[in-house]
Nanobody, 124 residues
Framework: QVQLVESGGGLVQTGGSLRLSCAAS????????LGWFRQAPGKEREFVAH????????YYADSVKGRFTITRDNAKNTVYLQMNSLKPEDTAVYYC?????????????????WGQGTQVSVSS
């Protein structure tokens, strides 16, 4: 079992930055690949970024590539999402998720554990 708690969301102007954190509790954090997803009102949950067990491999959705960076600190049981050059279309609830399988997956159902989400709002 892994429990995930996101933080760091808020309201920011276009072009601004935010850093989301996701703290994990439970066993063997470093055994899980981690992902960030987001869901805007009326839309399906969509993949944002993925990081491997070690943190050495990352993968991003095209819509955030070059603007967002996912990292993890296994000593702190925490995964981060640094978001720069934010746009109004980035407005959503952001979720972190964990899965035991190693390969990259952009599908929500591939993930075993989810946090409750944190709201990110970008004003124009």
């Amino acid at each position: 079992q892994v429990q995930l708690v996101e933080s760091g969301g808020g309201l920011v102007q276009t072009g601004g930055s935010l850093r989301l954190s996701c703290a994990a509790s439970g066993r063997s954090f470093s055994n899980y690949a981690l992902g960030w997803f987001r869901q805007a009102p009326g839309k399906e949950r969509e993949f944002v970024a993925h990081v491997s067990w070690s943190g050495g491999s990352t993968y991003y959705a095209d819509s955030v590539k070059g603007r967002f960076t996912i990292t993890r600190d296994n000593a702190k049981n925490t995964v981060y999402l640094q978001m720069n050059s934010l746009k109004p279309e980035d407005t959503a609830v952001y979720y972190c998720a964990a899965k035991i399988t190693a390969w990259v997956s952009t599908t929500p159902r591939a993930y075993d554990y989810w946090g409750q989400g944190t709201q990110v709002s970008v004003s124009s």
